[in-house]
């Protein structure tokens, strides 16, 4: 939505510059500015090589969803699907170019959580056979 703002004032559209003033603004001040606000109090903490453990891809993504769990998996796949239903009505039926987008995300939604879904059964059905 930036870059469509940003971008108006050459598009001719009414009103685009002050729009594109005002997330400019938003851009360049406000974002770093909370930024240093929210840090203000954090501690800063001295890391070596040594304190952090080396962790694989797989055991990281099999650790995150056990932390969600099945239950939560399957609400995330299924509004997951929910959402990528009317992007996939609205890009065949109309034919804009933004519902692509939407459908490339809520379809890799998709796929992400139920590949993680299925990790998580298969190290159950791993877990119970040994």
Request: hydrophobic share 60%; net charge positive; aromatic share 10%.
């Given at each position: 939505?930036?870059?469509?703002?940003?971008?108006?004032?050459?598009?001719?559209?009414?009103?685009?510059?002050?729009?594109?003033?005002?997330?400019g603004?938003?851009?360049?001040?406000?974002?770093?500015?909370?930024?240093?606000?929210?840090?203000r109090?954090?501690?800063?903490?001295?890391?070596?090589?040594?304190?952090?453990?080396?962790?694989?891809?797989?055991?990281?993504?099999?650790?995150?969803?056990?932390?969600?769990?099945?239950?939560?998996?399957?609400?995330?796949?299924?509004?997951?699907?929910?959402?990528?239903?009317?992007?996939?009505?609205?890009?065949?039926?109309?034919?804009?170019?933004?519902?692509?987008?939407?459908?490339?995300?809520?379809?890799?939604?998709?796929?992400?959580?139920?590949?993680?879904?299925?990790?998580?059964?298969?190290s159950?059905?791993?877990?119970?056979?040994?």
């Amino acid at each position: 939505m930036i870059v469509i703002a940003l971008a108006a004032p050459l598009l001719g559209e009414p009103d685009a510059a002050g729009v594109a003033i005002f997330f400019g603004l938003v851009l360049l001040v406000v974002c770093p500015a909370m930024q240093a606000w929210m840090m203000r109090g954090l501690p800063v903490t001295q890391l070596r090589d040594a304190d952090l453990e080396p962790v694989d891809r797989g055991t990281r993504e099999l650790d995150y969803a056990r932390a969600l769990g099945a239950s939560t998996l399957w609400g995330l796949v299924v509004v997951a699907l929910v959402l990528l239903a009317p992007q996939i009505f609205v890009a065949v039926t109309d034919g804009v170019w933004w519902a692509w987008l939407g459908t490339a995300m809520f379809g890799a939604m998709s796929v992400y959580f139920s590949w993680l879904l299925s990790r998580l059964r298969k190290s159950r059905r791993v877990s119970r056979a040994t």
